[in-house]
C-alpha cells in the first residue's frame, strides 16, 4: 500500500517561509513525476510545482521566482521551500506523486492527504 504523507504546513506571517515535505511510503517499484497542488477555499485545485524524476521543473506563474520545488530520489520525497509567502497563497497543499507500486511497472497517482497553509497579512 502506497502512501504519501506531508508535513510542514502551518500559519506564517507574509513575507516568512515555509518548507513542505512529502515522503511516498510502501513498496515502490519506482517513482516519476512528483507535484504539489493546492486549492483554496470556493476553487479548484491548481498545480504549483511539478518535478520530473531527472529534475526538470515547471512551476505555476504565481509563485514562479517564490518558491522552489526539490527531491530526494533515494528518499521518495518531495520539497517544496515557499518564500516570501502572501495571503494569496493560503490554502490546502497536496502532494502528488506518479508511483508504480510493487512489482508493477504501470504508474499509478498517489495524492497526500493535504496539509493547510495559512499566510496572515
Known amino acids: 500500500q502506497v502512501q504519501l504523507v506531508e508535513s510542514g504546513g502551518g500559519l506564517v506571517q507574509a513575507g516568512r517561509s515555509l518548507t513542505l515535505s512529502c515522503a511516498a511510503s510502501g513498496s515502490i517499484s519506482r517513482t516519476n513525476d512528483m507535484g504539489w497542488y493546492r486549492q483554496a477555499p470556493g476553487k479548484q485545485r491548481d498545480l504549483v510545482a511539478r518535478?520530473?524524476?531527472?529534475?526538470?521543473?515547471n512551476y505555476a506563474d504565481s509563485v514562479k521566482g517564490r518558491f522552489t520545488i526539490s527531491r530526494d530520489n533515494a528518499k521518495n520525497t518531495v520539497y517544496l521551500q515557499m518564500n516570501s509567502l502572501k495571503p494569496e497563497d493560503t490554502a490546502v497543499y497536496y502532494c502528488n506523486a506518479e508511483i508504480a507500486p510493487g512489482s508493477l511497472s504501470r504508474l499509478y497517482t498517489y495524492w497526500g492527504q493535504g496539509t493547510q497553509v495559512t499566510v496572515s497579512s
Open positions: 518535478i520530473t524524476s531527472g529534475g526538470s521543473t
